[in-house]
Structures are given as C-alpha cells and as structure tokens.
C-alpha cells in the first residue's frame, strides 16, 4: 500500500508540478503535501474496500466483516452523518462547496481560490466561519 501511495504521489507531483510556486513554501514542503494528500486518501478508501478471492465463493462473509461495529453504532453514525449533511445544506452554496472541496477533496485553499475564482482570503474566511456554524450546528 505504501508502495501505491508513494507511486501515485510521484505521478500526482509530475501532473501538477506547474502548480507549485516557490514564493509559497519550499519545493519538499509542497511535495510532502501532496504526498500527505494522497497518504490520507488511501486510508479513507482502503475502510470501504471488502477483498476476497472471486476463485472461491465461500470466501466472502459479510457477517464477518461488518461483526466490527455494532447496530448502535451504526445508528449513530447514520444520524450523525444526517446531521451533518443537513448543517451543510444550510450553509451557502459557494461556502459549502469550499468546505467540501477542503476537507473531502483535500484542497488547498489557494487550489479552492483558483478552483472558485474568489479571492484567497475570501476562501480562507468563507471556510472559518463555515465550520463555526457547522459546529455550532452539531452541538
């Protein structure tokens, strides 16, 4: 896995190595960035993975592999992503979009200002004050 985190980083830093710019930060604080980026993503992916051998039928047990939360946990979650995703919704469009951008896409907030066209403070404000409400949402 860390081989594939470390490949993707490589090729992730080669695409988009003209996004760097030096007046920001140094070259190897960017491409441990980038590389942080992709390690996070990995492990967020590899929960949702479910592996077996497609060769043998019997392989597979679903009860198994959920045994690991139980039925309350499970309802928590559940409520407490529906929270979530309605203290989202209550945000304004652009600003909910940078907070997601930010924090499911990994987004810098100078890839958000480009990304958006609004101005880096703005961004910066916008996605503040957003997780202000949404804390004050959840609470």
């Not at 993975?49 to 198994?64: K, M, R, V, Y």
């Amino acid at each position: 896995m860390a081989e594939d985190i470390v490949h993707d980083a490589c090729i992730n830093i080669w695409q988009r190595a003209n996004s760097f710019d030096p007046a920001k930060g140094s070259a190897r604080t960017w491409i441990f960035s980038v590389a942080r980026h992709q390690a996070l993503n990995a492990i967020r992916y590899r929960d949702r993975e479910i592996t077996f051998d497609s060769n043998d039928p019997t392989e597979i047990d679903l009860d198994e592999h959920f045994q690991h939360s139980s039925v309350v946990e499970d309802a928590f979650d559940w409520q407490t992503g529906q929270r979530m995703d309605d203290c989202l919704h209550q945000l304004e469009t652009e600003r909910r979009n940078c907070v997601l951008h930010a924090y499911v896409d990994g987004l810098s907030h100078a890839e958000i200002s480009a990304h958006t066209g609004a101005p880096l403070g703005t961004v910066k404000a916008w996605i503040k004050r957003s997780l202000l409400r949404l804390r004050e949402c959840m609470a």
